[in-house]
């Protein structure tokens, strides 16, 4: 979906306990990565959840770091969100890094089946970034954190 014709959406509520929810966040455009995260935490409370924040050193870290959440036993979580961002630089690691980034989160999400908002940003210029991490209904931060609820909505109905 583009940010230009992206709809409006009101958080729906999610049935059962308040969602726990984690973020894990790669900070390297911090501007870009807060105000994603801004987005989601608002749309978080209107659907009454809580969540906790972690970063990663960049976007390379991100399945990693899911991987290791959702091995770990301390705390338990109904959902993941990732936030980043990749701007396209003048080489070949650009492509490399966003695509081993989106088939690390891909294959994890589909062998576990863990709710997952995947909030990465992959762009041109730094200003399309702050283009969609601003506030307004452009920001991707918010339309990753409704698909990580919407998936935890569809969990829920089927007692996953």
């Known amino acids: 979906m583009s940010t230009i014709d992206a709809p ?12 726990r929810l984690l973020v ?3 900070p390297y455009y ?7 995260r801004r987005g989601a935490e608002q749309v978080f409370a209107a659907a009454g959840a809580t969540h906790r924040t972690v970063a990663v050193a960049g976007g390379y870290e991100l399945p990693a770091a899911l ?3 959702l091995s770990q ?7 993941f969100l990732l936030l980043g961002c990749v701007v396209k630089g003048e080489t ?18 589909s062998e576990t089946g863990a709710a997952i908002g995947f909030g990465l940003l992959t762009v041109d210029t730094l200003a ?14 918010a339309e990753a954190a409704h698909a990580l ?12």
Not at 134 to 140: A, E, R, S, T
Request: hydrophobic share 35%; proline share 5%; aromatic share 6%.
């Open 92 to 109: 070949d690691h650009y492509d490399f890094i966003c695509t081993a980034i989106c088939q690390g989160v891909m294959d994890i999400s």
């Open 149 to 160: 609820l919407g998936q935890l909505r569809l969990r829920r109905h089927w007692g996953l």
């Open 24 to 26: 894990i966040e790669a």
């Open 8 to 19: 409006e959406r009101v958080a729906e509520p999610v049935p059962g306990p308040a969602p």
């Open 67 to 69: 991987r290791m959440a």
């Open 128 to 141: 399309q970034a702050i283009a969609r991490s601003g506030d307004d209904k452009h920001n991707k931060g």
């Open 73 to 79: 036993t301390q705390e338990q979580y109904d959902g």
């Open 30 to 36: 911090e501007a870009v990565v807060s105000g994603m």
